[in-house]
């Protein structure tokens, strides 16, 4: 079971971004029945929860990206975007996608997103 994060880059404030997070080794049921999620963890800092997406849809964000950020997934491709707006140099971080079934946690490698002022 593998979770590919893409999409990281470098960019300026203001700027945006699409992160990209594709399931591989596992049965489309079994995504579709996942709570998907983008953490982020930067420097010094625990990681932290950005954005989760419930298999039925419902969904939760952090305080501060609310307004500028958007999780999504694509069931049929079993993959997971966040498409990152008006992105702040405090949204620089270590960006990690994961995947929860019967509370068993499954994390991607993580894509690094830096943003500078």
């Known amino acids: 079971v593998q979770l590919q994060a893409s999409g990281g880059g470098s960019v300026q404030a203001g700027g945006s971004l699409k992160l990209s997070c594709k399931a591989s080794?596992?049965?489309?049921?079994?995504?579709?029945?996942?709570?998907v999620a983008w953490y982020r963890q930067a420097p010094g800092n625990e990681r932290e929860l950005v954005a989760e997406?419930?298999?039925?849809?419902?969904?939760n964000y952090q305080t501060s990206v609310r307004g500028r950020f958007t999780i999504s997934r694509d069931n049929a491709k079993k993959t997971v975007y966040l498409q990152m707006n008006s992105l702040e140099p405090e949204d620089t971080a270590v960006y990690y996608c994961?995947?929860?079934?019967?509370?068993?946690?499954?994390w991607g490698q993580g894509t690094q997103v830096t943003v500078s002022s």
């Open positions: 994961n995947r929860n079934l019967d509370s068993v946690d499954y």
């Open positions: 080794g596992i049965i489309w049921s079994t995504f579709v029945s996942s709570r």
């Open positions: 997406l419930g298999s039925r849809g419902s969904t």
